[in-house]
């Protein structure tokens, strides 16, 4: 900003970073449009046992199947478990499948 209208404003540098900061988000939250329509109910998370090569895996499943499939992998050492309260966050617009690793969880 030139000197001379800094003196004659008497605003800082930085005053004018946060009024263009402020007026940024102001500008997104006025123009963020969040509709009833938009929100989804979760579905029912079932549990579920897949035989896979003679091996017993079991998954938690939630969401219709005619959905983009989300697969929620688990690190170790943890289960499906971990997933609990994601799932049905994602259900009413997903599908979730969450297994578990050979050896973790049930």
């Known amino acids: 900003m030139h ?59 939630a969401g219709t199947q005619h959905e983009q499939t989300i697969v929620l992998l688990h690190g170790y050492p943890s289960s499906s478990h971990s997933y609990r309260e994601l799932i049905p966050l994602l259900s009413g617009r997903f599908h979730i499948i969450a297994p578990d690793y050979l050896g973790s969880g049930l």
């Open 3 to 61: 000197p001379n209208i800094q003196k004659k404003l008497k605003i800082k540098p930085a005053h004018i970073v946060s009024i263009i900061v402020f007026l940024l988000i102001s500008m997104s939250t006025l123009t963020a449009k969040v509709y009833a329509t938009d929100a989804a109910w979760p579905s029912k998370t079932t549990y579920k046992y897949a035989n896979v090569d003679g091996k017993k895996i079991f998954y938690r499943e």
